[in-house]
């Protein structure tokens, strides 16, 4: 569980109470969240971090509603994510990028929000916080498309792009939307590790502008701990623990060999590997 701030008093922006899930696989059932609980304050940069196959990415549907839980509950912003989702409250940055081929990267951002705006029209007004949060750089896609180091692709094609251009299209488009909360499931897993770190870099300077809270699913200890105010381990469907990062924002790449950041790191693998072997003991 992420705590709250010590006095904020304040409602987790997004809250996951006792959370189960199961698939039935052929037959058989599949736990893949044994009572998951996830608290997540307003504006905090949160990463889950676990093995394949830990329910990571299931976690993050029930978030985003794709699917809801067996047993438990889970809220945004008070509301449920059905709720959320349709309020235009929750962006989605899946693993693959997901941009139309025929628009260039400026058209791929500005496309959801004419989209959002003629939906708005008939959905009414829009809730309060999501008014609250307007900021300058999400509502401007080409500041954002610049920020994220793309202003000399503006006009090219999604094919002409390499990947890590792609992705950053994705999250610019999310950011575009002005969420209330930013899902993403592993967006930088399959860059070259040099790409990487300046994605996660560029991701982090937009954040540190928009605030925007995140639940930011990784595979990798070194991006979770980079880019987080807390880092949740998971192992085998539940929650084995949790880090808090202290390191002093805004992040900047010389901190990635700070002894301070070894330290978290270690962290977060000691968790892990607590977890794991915790979990081989109990197997049948
Ligand atoms: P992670 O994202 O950590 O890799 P997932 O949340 O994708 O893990 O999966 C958790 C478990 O649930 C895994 O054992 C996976 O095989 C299983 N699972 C996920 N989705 C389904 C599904 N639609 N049907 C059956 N089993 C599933």
Known sequence: ???????????????????????????????????????????????????????????????????????????????????????????????????????DVLGNVRVLEKVNRAGARRRGPVPAPAVAERCDLAGDPEALLRRLGLGDVLHARPGQLSGGMQQRTAIARAFALQPQVLLMDEPFSALDEFTREAAQLQLLDVWQELRTTVVFVTHSITEAVLLSDTVVVMAAGRVA????????????????????????????????????????RSAP
């Open 1 to 103: 569980m992420v705590e709250q701030p010590a006095g904020s008093g304040e409602q987790p922006f997004v809250d996951v109470r006792d959370a189960c899930k199961v698939y039935q696989d052929g037959g058989h059932p599949v736990t893949a969240l044994r009572h998951v609980d996830l608290q997540v304050p307003r504006g905090r940069f949160v990463s889950v971090i676990g093995p394949s196959g830990c329910g990571k990415s299931t976690l993050l549907r029930l978030v985003a509603g794709l699917e809801g839980p067996d047993r438990g509950e889970v809220r945004i912003c008070g509301e449920t994510p059905a709720r959320a989702t349709e309020r235009k409250m929750v962006g989605f940055v899946p693993q693959t990028p997901a941009l139309l081929p025929w628009l």
């Open 241 to 280: 623990g949790t880090v808090e990062v202290s390191l002093p924002r805004p992040r900047r790449s010389a901190q990635l060999d700070s002894g301070a950041m070894h330290e978290h790191e270690h962290r977060v693998r000691e968790l892990l590997s607590h977890a794991w072997h915790a979990d081989a």
